[in-house]
């Protein structure tokens, strides 16, 4: 899936009123710059954060591994986690967080259409804002246009991988262990609404790296195109 923003090249998705209302309002020194490459910059940038950072999450430890984004047992799972530990089943409390994070790893591979179409979706006022506002505006953007429709696409497939990776049973077997301890506070977690959201966090946060990276970081816009549109930023 390399530079996915080639294929969203089309001429004509915004139009030539809205397009020179918003061009008068950047910042002086656009000359020589048009409003399509402004639009495809941000598209660019955008697709970057997808291809170079959201596909890291996909891989096998994409999440366990990567202390940025690994989803760690909530609250109320913490004390039959430390529990568990304490009468010697730690190897179980292990499984049952690798579990979590594979799930996540397997519904993330989910995001990317929808990424896409957000980006196609995208107006020239939208790519204005996001390229003159805060170091997470494009993040952001993504994040308003996308986080319903995430929700719906990873919520079943979490479930789904919950079964297929065996996480269902581990946590079963976890929770009944668990609840059989003698004067506990039994618990019944909804996991898979948990994962979900976490594994939303998980693809944004590896959005934002990428996006700070490209705004703060000169070598880190890696076409001409970036180059150009960026400095518009630089200037504000």
């Given amino acids: 899936m390399k530079k996915i923003v080639f294929s969203l090249l089309v001429f004509g998705l915004f139009g030539c009123a809205e397009m020179q209302q918003v061009m008068d309002q950047l910042p002086q020194g656009t000359t020589g710059i048009s ?32 202390q940025a984004v690994k989803i760690l047992l909530p609250e109320e799972l913490q004390v039959v986690d430390k529990k568990l530990r304490q009468i010697g089943l730690s190897s179980l409390a292990d499984e049952g967080l690798k ?51 995430l929700y719906a696409k990873f919520n079943p497939v979490i479930k789904n991988s919950f079964a297929k990776v065996g996480a269902d049973k581990v946590w079963t077997n976890i929770i009944t262990k668990y609840n059989s301890i003698p004067l506990v506070t039994k618990v019944n977690p909804d996991l898979t609404d948990y994962t979900t959201n976490k ?38």
Avoid at 119 to 144: C, H, P, R, W
Avoid at 220 to 234: E, G, H, I, T, W
């Fill in 35 to 66: 409003q399509f490459e402004i639009g495809n910059g941000l598209k660019e940038a955008l697709n970057n954060g997808i291809t170079k950072q959201v596909s890291k999450l996909t891989a096998t430890d994409g999440f366990f591994k990567n």
């Fill in 99 to 149: 579990v979590i994070n594979r799930a996540a790893e397997d519904a993330v591979k989910e995001a990317t259409p929808i990424f896409v179409d957000a980006v196609k979706q995208m107006t020239f006022t939208d790519a204005k804002n996001i390229l003159m506002g805060n170091e997470s505006s494009a993040t952001t953007y993504l994040q308003n246009t996308t986080s319903n429709a």
């Fill in 199 to 236: 594994a939303m966090e998980g693809v944004f946060k590896m959005i934002a790296v990428e996006e700070k990276d490209i705004r703060g970081n000169l070598s880190a816009r890696s076409s001409d195109l970036l180059k150009r549109v960026f400095a518009l930023q630089d200037k504000k």
